[in-house]
Structures are given as structure tokens and as C-alpha cells.
């Protein structure tokens, strides 16, 4: 008898112990996320709830006819739109070389007052490539124009 309430004793330890292990490790899993998960939004929804200046995002549209400006040395001036609003965004560094006016982009970084500094800068990839999350926001706006299968 004294057995069997050992080893029954034993798994109840075993079970505690690998509860504790999970809860711990999702909490340090989650820690360690903190920063590295970058939620998307529009330059429409960055100007109707613009985000904490500390807060980490990605923003994504087109980038603006006529606003791409080269200041001095590597810093980029543009402004990226959705067709229903316009965000100023500032970046530092060697753009993409399929970066350009009208084209889609994506960038990380954060809005701070009323400019949106970037950290990175991506750019589609090819002649019809575009993220999905900046096909869905020109969308809502009414902007986006399939490509045409056939060029």
C-alpha cells in the first residue's frame, strides 16, 4: 500500500513540476517577444490612432508621387500613403534598390511626432509583388488596381 501512494505521490511532483516548467518558459518566451512582434498598420490608421512614440510598428502603402526627397548624407525623406492618408516618414540608411516613387514599401520603425522614423525599409521584390498587408489597406481605400495577368 505504502507503495502505491509513493509512486502516486511521485507523478503528482512529476506533473507539478512540468506545469511550473511551461508557465515559466511561455513567460520568458513571451519576454523575449516583446520587441520582436511589430504589428501592421495603415498610414489611415497611424492618423486615426497614431500609436506611442515608443511603440515598435510597421507601416505599409504606397510610396508618395513627387515626396521622395535625398537630404544629406543617407537620410530619405518620403511620405507613404494608402490613398486615404498620407504619413511623413524618415530613414536613415541605404534604401532598396527596387525603391521607388509609386511603388509598395513597408517599413518598420515608430511615429514620432507626426513622422513616422524608420529603422528598415523593404520594397516589393518584383513587377507585381506586393504584401498582403498593404494590398488589404490600399483596398479598404479604394486604390488598389489589380496587375494584369497577362504582362
Do not use: C, W
Amino acid at each position: 500500500m505504502a507503495l502505491k501512494s509513493l509512486k502516486k505521490q511521485r507523478r503528482i511532483q512529476v506533473v507539478a513540476l512540468l506545469a511550473v516548467a511551461l508557465v515559466i518558459s511561455t513567460a520568458l518566451i513571451g519576454y523575449a517577444m516583446r520587441d520582436g512582434i511589430n504589428f501592421f498598420r495603415s498610414p489611415t490608421e497611424v492618423i486615426a490612432a497614431p500609436p506611442q512614440p515608443h511603440e515598435t510598428f510597421r507601416i505599409g502603402g504606397l510610396v508618395e508621387a513627387g515626396s521622395l526627397v535625398r537630404g544629406e548624407g543617407e537620410v530619405i525623406r518620403f511620405s507613404v500613403t494608402d490613398g486615404g492618408a498620407v504619413v511623413p516618414v524618415v530613414f536613415t540608411g541605404v534604401l532598396p534598390d527596387l525603391f521607388g516613387e509609386n511603388q509598395g514599401m513597408v517599413g518598420t520603425g515608430r511615429y514620432v511626432d507626426g513622422v513616422f522614423e524608420a529603422s528598415e525599409i523593404l520594397a516589393k521584390h518584383d513587377e507585381t509583388y506586393m504584401p498582403k498587408e498593404v494590398i488589404d489597406a490600399l483596398k479598404e481605400q479604394g486604390v488598389y488596381e489589380a496587375p494584369d495577368a497577362g504582362s
